[in-house]
């Protein structure tokens, strides 16, 4: 009962700070990171004083991103109705393409950095030290809590402390850089919309909706006097997480049948999360077959997700271990350094030659989620698009369900780590290099035949 009192006393200071700060509201850190950062400042300020918080309040804190997270994959596809490949493909191909090289390309970088450079010197750092900057950038807080039961399997705990830290730095960085590069492409005219930059309204910088434009929070699909609503959507999303549970025991047992060391090693070590999305995926496919009533709301989905989420994120960052980081750090803000050096390439150099229209608006959104979160893409776009005038908007959400079953905390960033305990760097950054190679190839080749035809 405290450990759950503690977290909504962190949700609410966050809120409470985010409100009230200029700098934090320019910043637009959700409410939960900063309550988590809060909660770490306490933890480990106490501690210092030599009087740490009593286990009673934080007993069940780092625990609670390992299952939450599961809760927040399985809603992922629940509530979506889902389009055909085709129209998919049709309204984001060439988006998909280039965020599938900008995701990949983060395993080049981040692996490729640790392979040929960081090892050298730094040589007590395991081979899952180049994985952090793509789990926290690409995958954000959430994939970071959510891999710490896997880091610890793997024999390195630490690595939950970095991922989390590379995710904070992502999302700082993604605001800090995004609006250089939003300002910085509006004085070029490299924007559709040929102004400065939109204002964006106080209400939305201290999060408050106003009142006349306050949305339904969802809709309640079956009645009170059978079923609450909430509750039943609860009952949906735990037998997706039911899915998900059966398939990482198959995937246990298909380890131990094939009796490959390191293919055990991976399925062995294999997260719930991402199979707990499959899972959802199922149940929804069901749902739009079977089910004449449209039990399943999108809106209620959100909330159990969003909910999950929020307390996923205060309670994995205020257990960071900060003493973990202290044998790594200098290496870490490299990496953290290089990631964002990438990131900004792409802008400025692939976008243009990937995208097909309004590249720095399709282009922008993509830097905000690849190295925050997808409201943070959203969130850079509604500045330098504030009327929807482009593409971007349709092209980027449309990519998003493309994209995320295989990264952004998907299957492949799920498999990625411990592939890096079990083979090393290099097939890792092969691999990386290849898909990169891939995508590339999937945009080019075709423009390529039409000028020769």
Known sequence: MQSFIGLCLLLGIGHALRMRLRILQKLYLPSCIIGGIVGLILIQGFAGLGSPIPDAWTAWWSKLPGFLINIVFACLFLGVRLPKFRTLWRRAGPQLAYGQVVAWGQYVVGVGLFLFVLSRFWGHLPAMFGGVLPVGFEGGHGTAGGMGPVFEKLGWPE???????????????????????????????????????AVVPEDDSIAVIPVDRRPSAGKLTV??????????HLVIVGIAVLLGYLMQQGLKQLGLWVGNETFFKITDSFPMFPLCMVGGLIVQIFEDKFDKHNLVDLGLTRRIQNTSLDFLVVAAIATINIQSLTGGITPFLLLVAAGIAWNVFCVLVLARRMLPDAWFERSIAGLGQSMGVTATGLLLLRVVDPDYESPAAEAFASKQLLHEPFLGGGLWTSAAIPLLAAQGSLPVFLIACGAVLIWLLVVFVPRLVRRTA
């Open 223 to 232: 009645s009170s006097d059978a079923i609450e609503s909430f509750s039943l």
């Open 159 to 197: 690595g939950k402390d970095f991922a989390l830290a590379s995710a904070t730095a992502g999302i700082v960085s993604a605001i800090v850089v995004g609006m250089i590069l939003i300002n910085w492409a509006a004085r070029r005219g490299y924007t559709v919309r040929r102004a400065a930059p």
